[in-house]
Nanobody, 124 residues
């Protein structure tokens, strides 16, 4: 089994920066693509970003392009999301996800493993 644990969430003022991390453990050889999703109160979970197994392919939701950067360190079994120029609408629980497949999918239904989420709150 694969376990994913997010960390780094917190409170930051609008315009500020925050980095969230995800540590993978267990059968990590089964992981290929990893990504980030988020869910705000009263809203559906939405795609934020994803990265290929090698780190060479990245996809971003339109609303975070130019502000967020996804990266991974496979030697550490870690996934990161650097968030800059944060906006109040970025407030959400951020979830780390991983899939066995090679496609850098934007669909939550294509992911096999999930973390518990970490709260990111942006104040005005």
């Amino acid at each position: 089994q694969v376990q994913l644990v997010e960390s780094g969430g917190g409170l930051v003022q609008a315009g500020g920066s925050l980095s969230v991390s995800c540590a993978a453990s267990g059968r990590t050889f089964g992981i290929n693509v990893m990504g980030w999703f988020r869910q705000a109160p009263g809203k559906e979970r939405e795609f934020v970003s994803a990265i290929s197994g090698s780190g060479g392919i990245r996809r971003y939701a339109d609303f975070v392009k130019g502000r967020f950067t996804i990266s991974r360190d496979n030697a550490k079994n870690a996934l990161y999301l650097q968030m800059n120029n944060l906006k109040p609408e970025d407030t959400a629980v951020y979830y780390c996800a991983a899939r066995r497949g090679v496609g850098v999918s934007v669909s939550q239904y294509e992911y096999d493993y999930w973390g518990q989420g970490t709260q990111v709150t942006i104040s005005s």
